[in-house]
């Protein structure tokens, strides 16, 4: 036997190895999780992917004996030779898994500093060169074999399983983590995104925005906002639930001014978020959504305030563009937690700061939102999961609360918006029940929360699009008066706008 019989296999083998990694590199949760030991996900994951991958090659194998299938097949192999380059940009150039952040400092950097970058691009390039000349050799024995039913069935999978996975998306709902249906191109979801948020960006970043606010004090020198995701305030101790799934905030409840009454302007991140951050109206929204451009970290920037835009989600239409405004902005993969660090650093400035940590918080699947050491809740009750999430954010918060312990300094909670529980699952939907969020404001030293007096009563109905007048207060600028807020303008997911009373319950 020829050992030349093996090579087909050897580089069969090669390429799903370097597809592989370049995978993991850009899922670099997956490799976390198995670290901590939540092994199935990770392992079946990387499964479903070779599985996938080597069906591609398969599909090409076969296509590559026509004469125009040829093109399709060698097309389709330098597709996902791009791929695997972006993947290996993600760890040889920016040492983190792909995240949004990625595409927004591209997009961010300047001639220059592209060609200071050109050096680093370079193995990631030599790599996927590899990968496209291996594929080639492999794509063009395999060619060659003899072809069973059993192989015209294979090469179809790496079309048929996507097929399957969004029909189970659409069915089961999806769990959460990153929107996207699994395939074998991965990056080409975030390809399109960057696409769509660079020419979102333009038209609102070029839309300048001059303050003339009235000048009322100084302003609290360290302003933390943090933007907790899906967060029931009905499932938080400090709103009166009967699990104590906040310790850290109720301990801390002398020190808050606290909205009893609060909900979203919106039922969906990318609605309520923008609503509150920024002052444009819910009528304006999806026509001129170049107005977020005056929002809370535009106008910080504005009053000389050093601003830090800190996340563990993803791209979200309307939020991303309002990081961008940011003068520090990072985008983390993993749970909440690590976002800690970022932080620290940026307590160290000794400027004054407004730092926005936008959290994954309680996002569907909650199971997912905390590492198993948070397990606190376990009697098999269908809130278990949620109400660990929960439990977790609170301890960041904790943390927070410590790490600002004797400045000058605030920090603000509110949840983009909440959940409706119905058949035994937590859904987002326009409705009282899934917008009644947790909103208050934490102060470092009583003196400090003595000197605030908001225009708005802490026991009456409240939206949260109230949020931009009071940050302006807290910059030191006399809060204005929006017609959304006294109007309690709500907008719901078909972008109708109603008024929050007439909501369903
Ligand atoms: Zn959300």
Redesign the pocket.
């Known amino acids: 036997m020829k050992p030349t019989r093996y090579l087909p296999y050897l580089l069969f083998i090669l390429s799903v190895i370097i597809y592989l990694t370049g995978f993991l590199f850009s899922y670099d949760y997956l490799v976390k999780d198995w670290q901590s030991g939540n092994r199935l996900d990770t392992a079946r994951s990387v499964a479903e992917y070779a599985v996938m991958y080597a069906s591609l090659l398969l599909f090409c194998a076969l296509f590559r004996r026509y004469r125009y299938g040829c093109v399709v097949a060698y097309l389709l192999l330098i597709i996902v030779s791009v791929n695997s380059f972006i993947s290996y940009c993600c760890y040889l150039v920016y040492h983190s898994g792909f995240n949004i952040g990625m595409a927004v400092s591209v997009l961010d950097s300047n001639i220059r500093e592209a060609g200071n970058m050109i050096g680093y691009y370079l193995l990631p390039l030599f790599i996927s060169l590899i990968l496209l000349l291996v594929n080639i050799l492999v794509v063009n024995m395999l060619s060659k074999i003899k072809w069973s039913w059993k192989l015209y069935i294979a090469t179809a999978l790496w079309f048929i399983m996507p097929a399957v996975f969004l029909l189970k998306q659409h069915w089961f709902g999806y769990k959460g983590g990153a929107p996207m249906v699994k395939n074998i191109i991965y990056h080409f979801k975030d390809l399109e995104g960057a696409y769509r948020l660079n020419k979102n960006m333009a038209k609102i970043t070029d839309n300048k925005v001059a303050y003339h606010y009235q000048k009322e004090d100084q302003g609290t020198e360290t302003i933390i906002l943090v933007i907790g995701?899906?967060v029931r305030k009905q499932n938080m101790s400090l709103y009166g639930y009967t699990r104590t799934t906040t310790p850290n905030e109720d301990a801390q409840q002398d020190q808050m001014i606290l909205f009893s009454d609060a909900h979203s302007p919106g039922a969906?991140?990318n609605l309520s978020i923008p609503l509150f951050l920024s002052p444009i109206s819910p009528q304006d929204y999806s026509t001129h959504i170049e107005k977020v451009s005056d929002n809370v970290v535009n106008m910080a920037n504005s009053q000389g305030y050093t601003t830090y835009w800190l996340t563990t989600q993803n791209n979200i239409k309307g939020v991303t563009e309002i990081a961008t405004f940011s003068k520090h902005k990072k985008w983390v993969n993993g749970y909440d937690m690590s976002l800690m660090p970022f932080v620290a650093d940026a307590l160290k400035d000794k400027n004054k700061k407004f730092i926005v940590i936008h959290v994954t918080g309680s996002?569907p699947d909650p199971c997912l939102r905390y590492p198993e050491s948070f397990r606190q809740f376990r009697d098999g009750s269908p809130m278990d999961c949620y109400d660990n999430s929960i439990f977790y954010t609170d301890h960041l918060l904790g943390e927070l609360f410590k790490k600002l312990d004797g400045q000058n300094a605030a920090l603000i909670y509110l949840s983009?918006?909440g959940l409706k529980y119905s058949d035994q699952k937590l859904i987002h939907a326009d409705s009282k029940e899934s917008t009644r969020v947790p909103f208050y404001v934490w102060f470092s030293n009583p003196n400090l929360k003595n000197h605030y007096r908001f225009d708005k009563n802490v026991d009456q109905p409240v939206s949260t699009s109230y949020l931009y007048p009071m940050v302006m207060k807290m910059l030191g600028l006399k809060e204005i008066k929006l017609d959304k807020v006294e109007n309690d303008n709500f907008m719901k997911l078909d972008h109708k706008v109603i008024n929050y009373k007439d909501l369903n319950p």
């Open positions: 995701e899906s969906i991140t996002h983009d918006h």
